[in-house]
């Protein structure tokens, strides 16, 4: 093995003590063995760590303990600034590896040389009938979503093609463009960094491919919830401020009422539900932080290479389509149950 790994696998922990030594143990299974692995964790207080080196002997493991919770996004780019491979596999503590998923972006990436991110197949651990998500789909709105997430697994996201990002959950970064593009934004903490990241690569010219053979199996959002008030504060806040960094001026206008519009939707959606305070906080805050967010962008616009219909291209443009992906998933699963 050499000394300096082709692949640094980067593993961020929160109180994530009942999955991730499932996590390991499927790293440790990897039909490719040259990498290593950075637990980066987050202030835990469920002993999740106790002697996690020394249950691992096999794997080469460093781990670095944080005092408190830094982020999901802050602890990555530390992951990332502490790796030594060339890629960089980031993979949440409770997606669990099939065998040749490493084997399988990494070459991947070896023969495709215009990609320089890829994303995985994610199944989802309790019902692996059914795909947690296939890459991330944008758009034009600033909203951003797994695609084919809850789709029957044995019929789609079966092709391996370009997409617009994706998820970091189990995801393969040039580590040279993670570091060159800055990174996660920190200041997002979680939820969206990945789409944000994803843009900021695009905007630099640098393309996604999802890889159908690489597949993880993914619980989503085990420490958290994924219905939580902090997971839903933190992506209403993060999708303003990536839309507002991250789209062209020749988009921003054009965009501007579809993204204003989604913000209403979803403002109205959940008061109804009885949760408006959790999403009055998010857009409030958000317009606090807008001053810093076009600081931000005015930099990350300098550093834009893409032409416009190649960005275009790979968004989403339905008026109606970031609110009817329910309707979609039931619609198809009941088709299915049709002709069976």
Same mark, same amino acid.
């Not at 951003?144 to 393969?172: H, N, Y």
């Not at 408006?276 to 805050?285: E, T, Y």
């Given at each position: 093995?050499?000394?300096?790994?082709?692949?640094?696998?980067?593993?961020?922990?929160?109180?994530?003590?009942?999955?991730?030594?499932?996590?390991?143990?499927?790293?440790?299974?990897?039909?490719?063995?040259?990498?290593?692995?950075?637990?980066?964790?987050?202030?835990?207080?469920?002993?999740?760590?106790?002697?996690?080196?020394?249950?691992?002997?096999?794997?080469?493991?460093?781990?670095?303990?944080?005092?408190?919770?830094?982020?999901?996004?802050?602890?990555?780019?530390?992951?990332?600034?502490?790796?030594?491979?060339?890629?960089?596999?980031?993979?949440?503590?409770?997606?669990?590896?099939?065998?040749?998923?490493?084997?399988?972006?990494?070459?991947?990436?070896?023969?495709?040389?215009?990609?320089?991110?890829?994303?995985?197949?994610?199944?989802?651990?309790?019902?692996?009938?059914?795909?947690?998500?296939?890459?991330?789909?944008?758009?034009?709105?600033?909203?951003?979503?797994?695609?084919?997430?809850?789709?029957?697994?044995?019929?789609?996201?079966?092709?391996?093609?370009?997409?617009?990002?994706?998820?970091?959950?189990?995801?393969?970064?040039?580590?040279?463009?993670?570091?060159?593009?800055?990174?996660?934004?920190?200041?997002?903490?979680?939820?969206?960094?990945?789409?944000?990241?994803?843009?900021?690569?695009?905007? &630099? !010219?640098?393309?996604?491919? $999802?890889?159908?053979?690489?597949?993880? =199996?993914? *619980?989503?959002?085990?420490? #958290?919830?994924? %219905?939580?008030?902090?997971?839903?504060?933190?992506?209403?806040?993060?999708?303003?401020?990536?839309?507002?960094?991250?789209?062209?001026?020749?988009?921003?206008?054009?965009?501007?009422?579809?993204?204003?519009?989604?913000?209403?939707?979803?403002?109205?959606?959940?008061?109804?539900?009885?949760?408006?305070?959790?999403?009055?906080?998010?857009?409030?805050?958000?317009?606090?932080?807008?001053?810093?967010?076009?600081?931000?962008?005015?930099?990350?616009?300098?550093?834009?290479?893409?032409?416009?219909?190649?960005?275009?291209?790979?968004?989403? &443009? !339905?008026?109606?389509?970031? $609110?009817?992906?329910?309707?979609?998933? =039931?619609? *198809?699963?009941?088709?299915? #149950?049709?002709? %069976?």
């Amino acid at each position: 093995m050499n000394d300096f790994p082709l692949a640094s696998v980067v593993i961020v922990t929160w109180n994530s003590a009942r999955c991730l030594s499932s996590c390991l143990d499927a790293l440790l299974a990897q039909v490719y063995k040259d990498f290593e692995v950075i637990v980066i964790d987050n202030g835990s207080t469920d002993g999740s760590l106790d002697a996690v080196e020394s249950h691992w002997p096999a794997l080469r493991l460093r781990v670095e303990r944080l005092g408190a919770n830094k982020g999901f996004a802050a602890a990555n780019n530390l992951g990332a600034r502490l790796a030594c491979g060339k890629w960089l596999a980031l993979l949440n503590p409770d997606a669990f590896p099939e065998t040749n998923w490493l084997e399988e972006l990494l070459g991947a990436a070896a023969n495709n040389p215009d990609y320089s991110f890829f994303a995985s197949r994610q199944l989802q651990a309790n019902a692996s009938h059914l795909l947690d998500g296939a890459g991330d789909a944008f758009h034009i709105s600033g909203l951003a979503w797994r695609r084919f997430a809850g789709w029957p697994a044995a019929q789609f996201g079966l092709k391996t093609e370009e997409v617009f990002s994706p998820c970091a959950a189990g995801a393969l970064y040039s580590r040279e463009a993670f570091l060159m593009a800055g990174g996660f934004d920190e200041d997002f903490f979680s939820y969206h960094e990945d789409v944000d990241l994803g843009f900021r690569l695009r905007l &630099r !010219g640098l393309r996604c491919l $999802y890889v159908a053979e690489a597949v993880v =199996r993914h *619980i989503g959002s085990a420490a #958290l919830g994924a %219905k939580s008030d902090f997971a839903l504060y933190h992506w209403q806040r993060n999708f303003i401020w990536s839309f507002i960094q991250n789209m062209p001026s020749t988009y921003l206008w054009e965009a501007l009422p579809s993204h204003l519009l989604a913000n209403l939707i979803y403002v109205l959606n959940y008061t109804l539900l009885g949760r408006g305070s959790v999403l009055w906080k998010a857009k409030i805050d958000a317009l606090r932080g807008l001053p810093r967010a076009f600081h931000k962008r005015r930099e990350i616009q300098e550093n834009r290479k893409v032409r416009r219909a190649d960005l275009l291209r790979i968004m989403e &443009r !339905g008026p109606l389509q970031p $609110y009817l992906l329910g309707y979609h998933i =039931r619609k *198809i699963r009941r088709t299915i #149950l049709t002709y %069976k």
